[in-house]
């Protein structure tokens, strides 16, 4: 099968030379799983070392569905699509993983920079960004990869804005069938319930909720409508994992109605793949918060009485002030998150499991 990065002379990506532009256009498509154009953020790339990457992004000024309250800042989420295409583009054009392979992810998780939500500032320009990656824990099985931990350093005009972490596995087309079985790709997915009022989940659309009302206290069922342009980009047999940390961010902005707050922490574990044709719950827990303005909330989503999905967020006001550390005692509570997401210890029990593949 042929890799999806060929050698080509004309090429600027494989080994771009002096005075390379890491923000003239976009890497290809299909090098992030992506079937639009404008969904791809990743804009270069350049290896520096046999595991050391550095990689150019840009976020558009205003994104047509990942965008905050107000359009002052740029969506801290943006961070976690971004790192989720920079997996993909490395071991697709970093260690020649072919097109067809599937990518799960473990585990993903972002935090943002000591400024704070003002280092994602939205201005007169796109927002140009820089991503220092280095890959640890690399492991090859028959001369190809089979997974990495991939770390990231972002920075925005010289300064850092944010870092993020993600456990990547390569699965071969035919492991992944059956993986799946067969019958998957012909599931119908169940029909959207309605929305909940977009104004409680900090949207302004009731196409962009994707959280239905249940009479359960701080509960949810899940929305999956495939026709959503963005969360469905691409068809899939299964929920996308960026859609399972949007409906983790809507949740916790409905339990912090009416005060509008932004992810400035997100990181997220993942058990198992979320069907499509069967309902998922989604249930949100505000966690103790001594200073009361950054909470820390936990976010989990059941599928056939088994946790699917674990996400934890830290959530701070977008009026209040930014700047000062996010994590560590000075900067008050931080996400109480998997210890893996970021140090590479092993995962705790129950958060690592077979992994739904955020980057299919």
């Given at each position: 099968?042929?890799l999806?990065?060929?050698?080509d002379?004309?090429?600027p990506?494989a080994?771009?030379?002096?005075?390379y532009?890491?923000?003239?256009?976009?890497?290809?498509?299909?090098?992030v799983?992506r079937?639009?154009?404008?969904?791809v953020?990743?804009?270069?790339?350049?290896?520096?070392?046999p595991?050391?990457?550095?990689?150019?992004?840009?976020?558009?000024?205003?994104?047509g569905?990942y965008?905050?309250?107000g359009?002052?800042?740029?969506?801290?989420?943006?961070?976690?699509?971004?790192?989720?295409?920079?997996?993909?583009?490395?071991?697709?054009?970093?260690?020649?993983?072919?097109?067809?392979?599937?990518?799960?992810?473990?585990?993903?998780g972002?935090t943002l920079g000591?400024a704070?939500?003002?280092?994602?500032?939205?201005?007169a320009?796109?927002?140009s960004?820089?991503?220092?990656v280095?890959?640890?824990?690399?492991?090859?099985?028959?001369?190809?990869?089979?997974?990495?931990?991939?770390?990231?350093?972002?920075?925005?005009?010289?300064?850092?804005?944010?870092?993020?972490s993600?456990q990547?596995?390569?699965?071969?087309?035919?492991?992944?069938?059956?993986?799946?079985?067969?019958g998957?790709?012909?599931?119908v997915?169940?029909?959207?319930?309605?929305?909940?009022a977009?104004?409680?989940?900090?949207?302004?659309?009731?196409?962009?909720?994707?959280?239905?009302?249940t009479?359960?206290?701080?509960?949810?069922v899940?929305?999956?409508?495939?026709?959503?342009?963005?969360?469905?980009d691409?068809?899939?047999?299964?929920?996308?994992?960026?859609?399972v940390?949007?409906?983790?961010r809507?949740?916790a902005?409905?339990l912090?109605?009416?005060?509008?707050?932004?992810?400035?922490?997100?990181?997220?574990s993942?058990?198992?793949?979320?069907?499509l044709?069967r309902?998922?719950l989604?249930?949100?827990v505000?966690?103790e918060?001594?200073?009361?303005?950054?909470?820390p909330?936990?976010?989990?989503?059941i599928q056939?009485?088994?946790?699917?999905?674990?996400?934890?967020?830290?959530?701070?006001?977008?009026?209040?002030?930014?700047g000062?550390?996010?994590?560590?005692?000075a900067?008050?509570?931080?996400?109480?998150?998997?210890r893996?997401?970021?140090?590479?210890?092993p995962?705790?029990?129950?958060?690592?499991?077979?992994?739904?593949?955020?980057?299919?």
């Amino acid at each position: 099968m042929p890799l999806i990065v060929e050698p080509d002379a004309l090429d600027p990506y494989a080994h771009p030379g002096t005075g390379y532009d890491f923000h003239e256009r976009t890497v290809s498509r299909h090098l992030v799983h992506r079937t639009s154009v404008s969904e791809v953020f990743l804009t270069g790339w350049q290896a520096t070392g046999p595991y050391e990457f550095r990689l150019g992004a840009q976020w558009p000024r205003m994104h047509g569905f990942y965008r905050l309250p107000g359009d002052r800042h740029h969506d801290p989420v943006l961070m976690a699509e971004t790192l989720r295409q920079a997996g993909l583009l490395v071991g697709h054009a970093g260690f020649g993983v072919p097109n067809g392979h599937h990518f799960a992810l473990d585990d993903l998780g972002y935090t943002l920079g000591p400024a704070g939500l003002a280092g994602l500032a939205v201005t007169a320009e796109p927002a140009s960004l820089m991503l220092d990656v280095v890959c640890e824990d690399v492991r090859m099985r028959g001369g190809r990869l089979a997974s990495l931990r991939l770390h990231a350093e972002v920075s925005r005009d010289g300064r850092p804005v944010g870092r993020g972490s993600g456990q990547l596995r390569v699965i071969s087309p035919a492991s992944y069938a059956r993986l799946r079985g067969p019958g998957r790709r012909t599931a119908v997915p169940v029909r959207p319930g309605p929305a909940a009022a977009p104004e409680l989940v900090g949207r302004a659309h009731p196409a962009d909720v994707v959280l239905s009302p249940t009479l359960l206290p701080d509960s949810w069922v899940l929305r999956t409508d495939a026709r959503h342009p963005v969360l469905f980009d691409q068809k899939l047999d299964h929920v996308p994992g960026m859609l399972v940390l949007e409906a983790a961010r809507q949740a916790a902005q409905r339990l912090r109605h009416p005060e509008p707050v932004a992810p400035v922490e997100l990181v997220s574990s993942f058990d198992r793949y979320i069907e499509l044709d069967r309902p998922c719950l989604v249930r949100a827990v505000r966690e103790e918060a001594p200073d009361g303005r950054r909470v820390p909330v936990r976010v989990l989503l059941i599928q056939d009485g088994r946790t699917a999905a674990d996400c934890r967020l830290l959530t701070e006001p977008l009026g209040g002030p930014m700047g000062g550390p996010l994590s560590g005692p000075a900067g008050g509570p931080s996400v109480p998150a998997p210890r893996d997401a970021f140090d590479g210890r092993p995962a705790a029990p129950g958060l690592g499991g077979t992994g739904l593949p955020l980057a299919s």
